[in-house]
């Protein structure tokens, strides 16, 4: 036994200092372009403690620019790609939301929605302000503790998947709006503290926290090859009180965020994301059924949204194509959603030109770049 206790330290270290090599080195990376790009974005999926986010990027500013390589540029102030002081004489917008926000498997900086905005017209200067993992609470957050201080013109919210995956695995046992990760840092302090009355954790428990590096080889690799690919995950029911709870408070983010841009003479765009389970123009079969996807969206929609300017991209890319090109059945380089939220370039091109649509379509005064 503790032969083996110690062989598995030895092999979690060697694959975490591995791991630390290639991201500095590149040596022994993927050659194939997904797998490229998972490694050039895992730093940015680290969450980090943060006292007003919860989770963030580093809190040292100089760490988070430390995370920044050849695809993907941080800078002090957590933005993607070129931040407020290189909008010039453009008007301040800035972009918030989750990963797909951020650009998670963009081939670049300006392969992101924002990359996209900048580079179509002129009127204004679009700032990544997207963070990995985050929902809505997260970002309203953001935007009254640090967006609202630049006055922008314009504040887009792109958002929806993960506040609706977040009201399903979280949403019987927390408070609507908890961030991910919050039970698992929970979780972690009641071990430390040995709390009494907590249910014993089971080996795999211990072994996935201790070991984490040779677990996740074992489970990506070792257990497809064993016993072929993973079953589905199957959706927990969610009650009909809990449903409400966490659309209501949803819908109550993007209130406080519209309140907020607006007292600064700003305006305010609630977009719901694409996803690839609320598009018609997809293989079923391929993508696989997540119920709850459409339950989610379906009870934001039934909802009061009065006051908001709400613009629903669910389903977007059935307008432009016949069958959505999705990673696991078409080159990358046409790929339009590479998993079931993230997009890539093809698909963060068309999002920034339906923005673009509808920004100018809702602006009073002609802005250079609306046709």
Known sequence: MCAAVVGLAVGEFALTVRAGILHKTHSNWPTDPIGRLEMLYAPFTRQHLHPQYLFFFPLDPAERVGLSNEVVHLDRDGFRGPGPTFAGSREL?????????????????????????NRIQDAYWFVNAGVPSWSSTQEMFRVAFQLAAYRPSLVIAYNGANDGALVRRLGSTHPPGTPESFDTLADALADLLGEPGRPAR????????????????????????LFGPPTPEQEPPVTPEVLEAGTARYIENQRRMHDLVDAVGGRFMWVYQPVVNLHANVDRESVGERPFHHIFHKAVLGRDRSGLEFHDFSSLFDRFYARVPILDRDPIEDSVFIDEVHLYDPGNAIVARELWRVVCAGTPKPKSGCS
């Open 202 to 225: 089971t080996p795999a428990y211990w072994f996935d926290r201790l070991f984490p590096e040779v677990s996740g080889r074992i489970t990506r690799r070792v257990l497809p090859a």
């Open 93 to 117: 917008a800035f972009l918030v939301g989750g990963s797909s926000a951020f650009g998670l498997f963009a081939s670049s900086d300006e392969t992101t929605i924002t990359g996209y905005l």
